[in-house]
């Protein structure tokens, strides 16, 4: 596994919902870069200096890693649990009974 790839991604939201699996320190970084000027915070600083630190080798991936998935849990980027959606069908629950 390359040095700058995470154990696990960090799954946000994206575009109109759409969810997007950032897997690396670099995918994180860019996703930073491009975050709007005026959308920028403290979170955001915090995290881009983490994923910067993280790409010259200064810190470890994983801990860029938990900056920035709590940078993405304030602006509520995280995308829900792909497992945890499920048609209701698929779980053996069959929903609410009409009667």
């Known amino acids: 596994m ?3 790839m995470f154990r696990q ?3 946000i939201l994206v575009g109109l919902g ?4 950032i897997r ?12 709007p000027a005026s959308l920028r915070d403290a979170a955001h600083s915090i995290a881009l200096k983490a ?3 993280a790409l010259r080798g200064e810190i470890d991936a994983e801990t860029a890693r938990g900056l920035f998935a709590a ?10 649990d792909r497992n945890a959606i499920a048609s209701p069908g ?9 009667r």
């Open 2 to 4: 390359k040095p700058d």
């Open 9 to 11: 991604p960090v799954s």
């Open 18 to 21: 759409f969810p997007l699996d």
């Open 24 to 35: 690396s320190v670099m995918d994180a970084y860019r996703h930073l870069v491009e975050w």
């Open 51 to 53: 994923c910067g630190a």
């Open 71 to 80: 940078f993405a849990e304030k602006h509520d980027l995280l995308a829900p």
């Open 90 to 98: 698929l779980r053996g629950d069959r929903g609410p009974r009409v």
